[in-house]
Each structure stands twice: as structure tokens, then as C-alpha cells.
């Protein structure tokens, strides 16, 4: 058994879904938040102060891990999870998402794209085999499929031709990818028009994958835009496999997106804001760093149970920001991933016990954006 | 009680001594390595991560402190241990030394100093009871009187009339400081110059402080005039105080002093030449930072227990160091600082089976500056 997803519950009242994943390293329990491992650790923190946070799975990036420390070292490593001593699950992304980020510095063709690194300008090729033989390299337990993200806004053709792409590297992904250790989800592409998401969903489900990314959202568009692409779209989406919001992350996204259907989720969000002084509570975010909290000798959530709140004080925190100190945004980022995992934490109990649509009415009455 | 110093053992062939000392915030084993947190924090790393590493009293800044965040704040926290979540003894400086490395920034008068604040350039004035009532407010277990440290070289008038300011600014420091909760040690100087040391000595010991801080060294000097200077200086230091070499932490400073009768030690060294990519090892320094790094799938150092080297490799570190993941320096921080707290532990156990000696030369044959 390398990869077996199960619904164990479907709400009565909207889209939400309790589920779980099993993988060789261990079970994942969905709808779920995946932390963001860029350059195979997730930033500042240790993968046991991850597992203390609540994490079940995490996700790292194929086109970083690529270009540093490269895949090569990794698979002499004993792969991704023994390099990086993080013995639960892995999705990696394709590569393809920061590639096409890269703006003039690749050039997409029917075979793939050639790029030059952002790190030395070195010219490089991957294309949807490429892509597959990395990620087999680096061992995760959730591959992605080579697709093409285009922008927000993209007119109707590009984004056509771009979804039709997509799908033919997918079905070149699933030839050249041979592991019976990692299972290989395809994405559903089409941008914010629901005819071609809906023609991407269902060449895709054909393809008969283990699991579904949908990618091109949360790519500038509105909320309530991609929302709706989410309502029209889930539908057209196999029942029996997860569906995975590439990207997204902020606390309102994961409400509504579990409301709509999603199971998983990743975004770089919390620990990204972290860095910059900012953590997240349940009346919204807040700037740590401001004068404000130099007095303010509370945890950044009361009641909030992470190792920040039970042991520091906005005001020592905020020292540490203003400070430079690294402790500061340790301290933040674990604070802010471990709000997104008791977010999903509750999300589920709420599914479990039918009461997601009150949870969410509650949580909109006190959350500021 | 809130501080006593018992000698156990001293050695039968050198100066070497162990001991106990006895503090309202626990026991601390002497000889004994100080790990550095300047600004309330040992940089990178947590309280709970300071404790598995085996620290046992850490040293915190008053001079950083004093500017930001400013003591009220601190007592306003409940105190210094409390604002930081360290349960443990606290020992601070006085904040001459920090003070007078500002160069052309301060003024030394009788008085005390005048000085411009090196983040905002704001004037201040710090003298010995201003720096007492700091030390009071931070609340830590052990204050230091308020010194002058020459620089090196330094010629012997000008050593002479700094080590009588600096008598003379410790009698104040005895008569302001009142706190029975804080032992106050005083600071022996005189540079080079053994008769000024022996002066110093003689003086400040007069004074009947419970504690005694050896400034003015590891300043510049070669590292034999050091040794030199602690063999002339020590016989003249009184036995049943324990004796601080301040501001020194290489291994062979740590072995070397211990010979001579050194009890504490501090050195922000550890975790310094971390944060630039060094690691510390039985052989000697490695750049761990550099290209042979980066297959090398050993731990830093085989068989050290260190929560770094139990769990990851020179190769993922160097992988963290090269992409700047602040994991990088966590990592190299702790297993510095633990290696440190383990010499030190080694050498306890090496007076205690009256070894040290034979320690030493086992070290020194294996030990690659």
C-alpha cells in the first residue's frame, strides 16, 4: 500500500468532507493544511516542532530542491524524508509553478520549458519527464503532475491552449512515472472560465489519477471569483479522490474552500507573514512588531496551547523582532503554523459533528480579515 | 540563600577546582561555560534547547538591555528570567565593557561614562549606580560592578589609573547595590602588568565581594601572555570565591584557565562562528559552509549527542548554510554550544578523577586550533 485515500464523512449540508489518507509514512487525516518546506525545511522551524504543531504532511518544492542542494544529493541522501529527518509524509509540487513565476528567464514549448536558474543564470530543461524522474529522486510521497499555470488575467484562448497543454503533459507524466512508492496526482487547469475547468476535470479524471491538484488559483483574482471557479468546478471532480487548493492558505480560504469540497491545502502564508512580524489569531491578524505590544505582556492568543503562547509574551516578542533576533520569528512562524493546523483541527470536528456552517458563521463574526 | 560558593575538590597537580554554587534560580556546577544571550536571547536558540545542551547559568547584556527594550520593560515583565522563559541563574555584565568598545562614542569621566546609543545614536550616561539599579531591575542571580576595561596594549600609567577608577567605581557599585535576591561580583583588572593585577586583586578582595570577575583579557594579547597573566594573578585571588574569566570560550581557553583556576567562563564564540557556517569538533574548527560538505552524509561530529548531530547530516547542513534557511544556524548553534557544555562536563569529571592533566594532553593531541 503506498498511497489509499477513504471520505468518511460527507457534511448534509454543504461540500465538506472528512477523509483519510494513507501513505508509507503514516496517515493524513482531511481535510488538512500542508506547511511549506521550499528548500526541503520549513522555514526557521524543526520538523519535530512541525509534529508538535500538528502536522501531518508537509510539501516541498521540486524546482528549488533541483537547482540546491539538487536531487542528486538528495537520492544519495536516502531521499527527501531522511535528508531533511522528517519521517511523516511529503507532497512535492512539479517545479512547474516556479518556473512559469520566473517570468522572462524560461520559454514554454510543446516539450517543456528551458529556464535559467534565479540563483547563478545557468540554463536548464525540464519538461513532464524531467519533472517526474526529480521527483522520484527526491522520494516524496505525493508527486505532482508537470502542468502549466497561466497568469490572472489570461484571455479565453490562451487559457484554453494552456489547459490542453497541461493536459498532454499529464498524460505524459503518468507514461514516464514508475513508482510504486509515490502517488501522482494530476491538475486541473481552465482559469476562471468553468467550461474549460470543467473540460479539464474530466480529460484528467479519465487519467484515472490518485488525486486531484487544482491549480491557477489564488493567482491575483478575487476571493469571491475563485470561490465561485471552486463551486462550478468540484462537481466535475471525481467523489472518490482528494482534491488538493494549490496555494492557498489564509484562514478564510480554508472555511470556504473545505465548505466547497477541498481536502488539502498548502501556502507559505503563515510562515512567510511570520517573517515579517505579523501573526495570525482568531479576530485576525496582527502587527507584533508595532510599538503598541511593547508593553503587552499577554501571549499573542490567549488560550491559544502552541509552545509561543504558553511560554512568551507579545512584548518579549516584539523585542525580539525589533531585535533581529532569530528567536522572534521562531517563535512567530510556530505560533502562526500551529493557528492554521487547530484552524483545520477544528474544521474537522466541526464536519464531524455537522456544525461547519455554524463554525463558520462564528468564526466570520469575530474574524477581521 | 541567595548565593553560596562551595570549593569540592580542588586538584592535587594544578589549580583546578570543583565546585558548587548555590543561586535562587538553581545549582550551578563550576568549572563552568556561560552560553551569551546579549539582547535576552542566546541567539537562535530556545530556553528549553539551552537546557538539553546542559546550560546550567547564561549571561545577558545590560548595555544591550538598558537600550532596548529598555529595563522598565524588563522588571515591568517580572524580570529578566520571566520577559525571556529562562529558569535557570542569569549572570550580567555591567555594561562598561560594551560601553567602552564604542570607541569614540562614549566619555569616561570619574563619574561614570557618557556615551551615544549605537542604534539611535540617543546620548546616555551610565556610572556605577546606575548601572547597579540596571542590574537590579533585570534581576538576574549575579550583577558585576560597573569597571573600566583598558585596551591592548595599554601602558602602565594609563593601566594603573584605569585599575584605581576601577576600585573606586566598585566601592560605589558595593554601597548602591542592595538587593538580597543578587550577588555582586567584582571585576579584577590591571592589565598585563602583574604588580597592577596583584594590586587590583588585593583591593577589590578587601572588599569582600562573593564573586570575582578577571577583566581586561583574551583583548588582543597572544594567548600565552593570558595564561601567563591568570599563573601570576590567580595565588593572589581569594580561594573561597569563585573566579569569572570574562569574555573567553575556546577550548583550549576553557582547559588552559581551568589549570589555573578559573571557575566561569562566558564567550559569545559558539555561537558567532555558527552563525557564519563553523562548527566545532574534537579535531578542531570545520567550515562546514565549504563544497567537500556537500555529500557528506556524517553527523558534524560522530558520536556527539547533540540533538544536531542525532538527527542531521554536514550535508543537509551545509545545504541550510549555502540556501541561508535559518535552520542552518540553529542547528550549528546548538551543536557549538552543546560541544562547549560537554568540554565542560569532560573537564568536571576529569578533576573529579584527578585526570586533567593527562585530559589535557589527550586533547591537545587530537585538537586542530
Not at 42 to 70: C, Q
Not at 257 to 285: E, Q, S, Y
Given at each position: 500500500?503506498?498511497?489509499?485515500?477513504?471520505?468518511?464523512?460527507?457534511?448534509?449540508?454543504?461540500?465538506?468532507?472528512?477523509?483519510?489518507?494513507?501513505?508509507?509514512?503514516?496517515?493524513?487525516?482531511?481535510?488538512?493544511?500542508?506547511?511549506?518546506?521550499?528548500?526541503?525545511?520549513?522555514?526557521?522551524?524543526?520538523?519535530?516542532?512541525?509534529?508538535?504543531?500538528?502536522?501531518?504532511?508537509?510539501?516541498?518544492?521540486?524546482?528549488?530542491?533541483?537547482?540546491?542542494?539538487?536531487?542528486?544529493?538528495?537520492?544519495?541522501?536516502?531521499?527527501?524524508?531522511?535528508?531533511?529527518?522528517?519521517?511523516?509524509?511529503?507532497?512535492?509540487?512539479s517545479?512547474?509553478?516556479?518556473?512559469?513565476?520566473?517570468?522572462?528567464?524560461?520559454?514554454?514549448?510543446?516539450?517543456?520549458?528551458?529556464?535559467?536558474?534565479?540563483?547563478?543564470?545557468?540554463?536548464?530543461?525540464?519538461?513532464p519527464e524531467e519533472s517526474m524522474e526529480i521527483q522520484m529522486?527526491?522520494?516524496?510521497?505525493?508527486a505532482?503532475a508537470f502542468?502549466?499555470?497561466?497568469?490572472?488575467?489570461?484571455?479565453?484562448?490562451?487559457?484554453?491552449?494552456?489547459?490542453?497543454?497541461?493536459?498532454?503533459?499529464?498524460?505524459r507524466c503518468?507514461?514516464r512515472h514508475n513508482?510504486?512508492?509515490?502517488?501522482l496526482?494530476?491538475?486541473?487547469?481552465?482559469?476562471?472560465?468553468?467550461?474549460?475547468?470543467?473540460?479539464?476535470?474530466?480529460?484528467?479524471?479519465?487519467?484515472?489519477?490518485?488525486?486531484?491538484?487544482?491549480?491557477?488559483?489564488?493567482?491575483?483574482?478575487?476571493?469571491?471569483?475563485?470561490?465561485?471557479?471552486?463551486?462550478?468546478?468540484?462537481?466535475?471532480?471525481?467523489?472518490?479522490?482528494?482534491?488538493?487548493?494549490?496555494?492557498?492558505?489564509?484562514?478564510?480560504?480554508?472555511?470556504?474552500?473545505?465548505?466547497?469540497?477541498?481536502?488539502?491545502?498548502?501556502?507559505?502564508?503563515?510562515?512567510?507573514?511570520?517573517?515579517?512580524?505579523?501573526?495570525?489569531?482568531?479576530?485576525?491578524?496582527?502587527?507584533?512588531?508595532?510599538?503598541?505590544?511593547?508593553?503587552?505582556?499577554?501571549?499573542?492568543?490567549?488560550?491559544?496551547?502552541?509552545?509561543?503562547?504558553?511560554?512568551?509574551?507579545?512584548?518579549?516578542?516584539?523585542?525580539?523582532?525589533?531585535?533581529?533576533?532569530?528567536?522572534?520569528?521562531?517563535?512567530?512562524?510556530?505560533?502562526?503554523?500551529?493557528?492554521?493546523?487547530?484552524?483545520?483541527?477544528?474544521?474537522?470536528?466541526?464536519?464531524?459533528?455537522?456544525?461547519?456552517?455554524?463554525?463558520?458563521?462564528?468564526?466570520?463574526?469575530?474574524?477581521?480579515?
Amino acid at each position: 500500500m503506498a498511497f489509499k485515500f477513504s471520505v468518511l464523512k460527507t457534511a448534509s449540508d454543504s461540500r465538506a468532507r472528512l477523509g483519510i489518507i494513507e501513505t508509507n509514512h503514516g496517515l493524513i487525516e482531511t481535510p488538512v493544511f500542508m506547511p511549506v518546506g521550499t528548500q526541503a525545511t520549513v522555514k526557521t522551524m524543526t520538523p519535530d516542532e512541525l509534529v508538535d504543531a500538528g502536522a501531518e504532511i508537509i510539501l516541498s518544492n521540486t524546482y528549488h530542491l533541483y537547482l540546491r542542494p539538487g536531487s542528486e544529493i538528495i537520492k544519495a541522501a536516502g531521499g527527501l524524508h531522511k535528508f531533511m529527518n522528517w519521517s511523516r509524509p511529503i507532497l512535492t509540487d512539479s517545479g512547474g509553478f516556479q518556473i512559469f513565476s520566473l517570468g522572462k528567464l524560461r520559454n514554454i514549448t510543446e516539450e517543456g520549458v528551458v529556464f535559467r536558474s534565479h540563483l547563478d543564470g545557468s540554463k536548464h530543461f525540464i519538461g513532464p519527464e524531467e519533472s517526474m524522474e526529480i521527483q522520484m529522486e527526491l522520494g516524496s510521497d505525493i508527486a505532482m503532475a508537470f502542468d502549466e499555470c497561466p497568469p490572472y488575467p489570461a484571455d479565453y484562448n490562451y487559457t484554453r491552449q494552456s489547459a490542453d497543454l497541461t493536459y498532454r503533459w499529464a498524460k505524459r507524466c503518468k507514461t514516464r512515472h514508475n513508482s510504486s512508492e509515490q502517488a501522482l496526482f494530476g491538475i486541473v487547469q481552465g482559469g476562471m472560465y468553468h467550461d474549460l475547468r470543467r473540460t479539464s476535470a474530466y480529460q484528467l479524471g479519465e487519467l484515472d489519477f490518485p488525486g486531484y491538484g487544482i491549480g491557477g488559483l489564488s493567482v491575483g483574482e478575487p476571493k469571491p471569483l475563485m470561490y465561485e471557479v471552486l463551486s462550478e468546478l468540484i462537481p466535475h471532480m471525481p467523489e472518490d479522490k482528494p482534491r488538493y487548493l494549490m496555494g492557498v492558505g489564509s484562514p478564510d480560504c480554508l472555511i470556504e474552500g473545505v465548505l466547497r469540497g477541498i481536502d488539502m491545502f498548502d501556502c507559505v502564508l503563515p510562515t512567510r507573514i511570520a517573517r515579517h512580524g505579523t501573526v495570525m489569531t482568531r479576530k485576525g491578524n496582527l502587527t507584533i512588531r508595532d510599538r503598541p505590544f511593547a508593553k503587552d505582556f499577554q501571549p499573542i492568543e490567549p488560550g491559544c496551547s502552541c509552545y509561543t503562547c504558553k511560554n512568551y509574551s507579545r512584548a518579549y516578542i516584539r523585542h525580539l523582532l525589533k531585535a533581529k533576533e532569530v528567536l522572534g520569528i521562531r517563535l512567530t512562524s510556530i505560533h502562526n503554523v500551529t493557528f492554521l493546523l487547530h484552524l483545520m483541527e477544528d474544521i474537522r470536528e466541526a464536519i464531524r459533528s455537522d456544525t461547519l456552517l455554524e463554525f463558520r458563521a462564528k468564526f466570520f463574526a469575530e474574524y477581521a480579515g
